[in-house]
Every structure is written in structure tokens, then in C-alpha cells.
């Protein structure tokens, strides 16, 4: 991903040298150039992990539902919950995956919270065999 310049801080960490070891293999096999860029990926990750967990703001979500569209309401249910929430909801797409089988992914953006509220409110829904929310930044609030 190509990126602004932007100002370097150098640290120093300490770590079992087995685990520097596992990280640059690591690192390697992903394609890193080096291990800075590696790690600095990795603190971005926590810190939008951290943030979706604890934080107030906005994120980007992207929830992945499948379910049997054979379950009775289920359809309806899911239908009614992203109409009611229609200004978070902001695209969906829909494969029929088999007879009985939909995917369903929504694109999602507004606070943590409500985020995860409408997320958990879909994945609870009868007939959702497995829902997974996974949270990105809007990008305004990672540095680099
Ligand atoms: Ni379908």
C-alpha cells in the first residue's frame, strides 16, 4: 500500500530472540520488506482492534451473514432490521450459495457502538447460521 511520507520514530523492544526470529519469518513470508513495515502494520491492527472495542468513534464494518432463507422469517426479520437502520447500512450484497443457502454482506459505517449493536442484533436473528462483523478504520484516524 503506498503511503505519505511521514515522520519515524525509532524504539527499542526487547523480546525472546526465538520470537524475532518467528516474527521476520513471519514478516518474509507476508511479503515485508523489512521489519519496521511489518510491525508498524501490526500496531495498526491493535490499535483498530482496541478502538473497536473501547473506543466512542466512527469505524467502517463489513458483516458477513449466512442463513437458510428456508426459516421461517427470516428474511422478513433481516429486511426489517436494515430498513430500521438504513442511514448505517450504507451498501449489501446477496448470493444465493445453494437450494437453501444465502450470504448476505453488509458495509457499515457510524459509531463503534451502534455499529455493534446493529451487527449483534443481525447475527442473533433465527435462522443466521454464522455472522461475523470484522471492523476496518475510515482511515482519518491512523496515523501513516
Ligand atoms: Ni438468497
Request: glycine share 6%; net charge neutral; charged share 25%.
Amino acid at each position: 500500500m503506498a503511503r505519505k511520507k511521514v515522520p519515524v520514530a525509532r524504539f527499542t523492544v526487547s523480546v525472546p530472540a526465538e520470537l524475532l526470529r518467528e516474527l521476520d519469518r513471519m514478516a518474509a513470508e507476508k511479503g515485508y520488506n523489512n521489519r519496521s513495515l511489518a510491525v508498524a502494520d501490526m500496531i495498526r491492527d491493535e490499535l483498530v482492534e482496541h478502538r473497536q472495542r473501547t473506543g466512542q468513534g466512527e469505524i467502517v464494518g463489513t458483516l458477513t451473514l449466512v442463513y437458510d432463507h428456508h426459516t421461517r422469517h427470516v428474511q422478513e426479520t433481516l429486511t426489517e432490521l436494515q430498513h430500521e437502520h438504513h442511514e448505517r447500512i450504507i451498501s449489501t450484497v446477496h448470493v444465493h450459495l445453494d437450494a437453501h443457502h444465502c450470504l448476505e454482506v453488509l458495509l457499515m459505517r457510524g459509531p463503534a457502538p451502534q455499529i455493534k449493536r446493529i451487527a449483534d442484533a443481525l447475527i442473533a436473528a433465527r435462522g443466521v447460521k454464522h455472522g461475523k462483523l470484522t471492523v476496518t478504520t475510515t482511515g482519518h484516524d491512523l496515523p501513516g
